[in-house]
């Protein structure tokens, strides 16, 4: 089993319609990134959260981290084709070093 | 501006052979990390790297070597590749760290490696 696990695993919308993305664990974690990774390329760091109820929003993107800190959601408000892509969380569980990655949600956006 | 490069980004091996993948950076980070990527089970740590001169294990290193040759590279040598270490490999690295998550981390374009 995942430590973390992402829904849904494929998500496939219209531009313009919003979405919502979930990380979920059991655990507890000290702080939970989101990357964006498209094909042929690196996951690319999106945002860092480390405090329990921390919202951060970065444009049409927001990015909420549980107030028990085991889970986190993005939030994306009227989608576009080019954040197609495969969205990862990943987490670092208090008191060790690894960081561990979610099994991502595959995003694409219809024109 | 080439941040983390990788080499090579494909190949093909047979089983039993033996390769390294390398990797440089140029924004004098002190941390250096390699993860493999498999369908469904996300990136996964391979080894790490904190500062010149020492590696350590991730979650999983059987298999895999490193060296870290000095501050900009980091290399991962699969002595005797098996079927199982079909996989895209990607380095990254980090100004301080780990955890990777303290300090943004950069990653390369990955190496697509297939073991028949």
């Known amino acids: 089993t995942q430590l973390l696990e992402q829904s849904p695993q494929f998500l496939s919308i219209q531009e313009g319609e919003n979405l919502t993305v979930y990380c979920n664990s059991s655990?507890?974690?000290?702080?939970l990134q989101w990357y964006r990774q498209e094909p042929g390329e690196g996951p690319v760091l999106l945002v860092t959260?480390?405090?329990?109820?921390e919202v951060k929003k970065l444009k049409r993107l927001t990015f909420q981290f549980g107030d028990a800190r085991k889970d986190s959601s993005l939030h994306i408000t009227a989608a576009q084709p080019g954040d197609t892509g495969l969205y990862l969380c990943?987490?670092?569980?208090?008191?060790?070093?690894?960081?561990?990655f979610g099994t991502g949600t595959r995003l694409t956006v219809i024109p | 501006n080439a941040g983390v490069t990788q080499t090579p980004k494909f190949q093909v091996l047979k089983t039993g052979q033996s390769m390294t993948l390398q990797c440089a950076q140029d924004?004098?980070?002190?941390?250096m990390y390699w993860y493999r990527q498999d369908p469904g089970m996300g990136l996964r740590l391979i080894y790490y790297?904190?500062?010149?001169?020492?590696?350590d294990k991730g979650e999983v290193p059987n298999g895999y070597n490193v060296s870290r040759l000095n501050k900009r590279e980091f290399s991962l040598r699969l002595e005797s590749a098996a079927p199982s270490q079909t996989s895209v490999y990607f380095c990254?690295?980090?100004?301080?760290?780990?955890?990777?998550?303290?300090?943004?981390?950069?990653f390369g374009q990955g190496t697509r490696l297939t073991v028949v």
């Open positions: 790297s904190a500062s010149e001169g020492t590696t």
């Open positions: 990254a690295s980090s100004e301080y760290g780990p955890p990777i998550a303290n300090t943004e981390a950069f």
């Open positions: 959260v480390v405090t329990g109820g």
């Open positions: 655990s507890v974690f000290s702080s």
């Open positions: 924004m004098n980070h002190n941390s």
């Open positions: 990943a987490g670092v569980l208090t008191g060790a070093n690894n960081l561990f």
